[in-house]
């Protein structure tokens, strides 16, 4: 069993930044892909980026040169680096892990998952 914590979300002008954490516990992730995604109220849950065990990187396209995502597995920990931030980012922002180890945009292919964590971008 996986347990996700997320934090780091809050209230940001349009431009600024955030840096949401993710601290897994109960298993290393070291050989889990590891994922966010974002739901705005009355939408789905979208892929947001990704980095499988290999350290492969993948991000969504309304995203891709404004976030990084990155890891630190001796802390088990996932971070989103998020920047020039958009209104239409905001969001409650969930960490997630596939077991399977490769990358997927699918919310479906993820096992395990974080509470969640509210960004709000303001204009």
């Known amino acids: 069993q996986v347990m996700l914590v997320e934090s780091g979300g809050g209230v940001v002008q349009a431009g600024g930044s955030l840096r949401l954490s993710c601290a897994a516990s109960?298993?290393?992730?070291?050989?889990?892909?590891m994922g966010w995604f974002r739901q705005a109220p009355g939408q789905e849950r979208e892929f947001v980026a990704a980095i499988t065990w290999t350290y492969n990187i993948y991000y969504a396209d309304s995203v891709k040169g404004r976030f990084t995502i990155s890891i630190d597995n001796a802390k088990n920990t996932l971070y989103l680096q998020m920047n020039s931030l958009k209104p239409e980012d905001t969001a409650v922002y969930y960490c997630?892990?596939?077991?399977?180890?490769?990358?997927?945009?699918?919310?479906?292919?993820?096992?395990?998952w974080g509470q969640g964590t509210q960004v709000t971008v303001s204009s």
């Open positions: 997630a892990a596939n077991g399977r180890g490769q990358y997927s945009g699918y919310a479906e292919n993820y096992d395990y």
């Open positions: 109960g298993r290393t992730f070291s050989r889990f892909a």
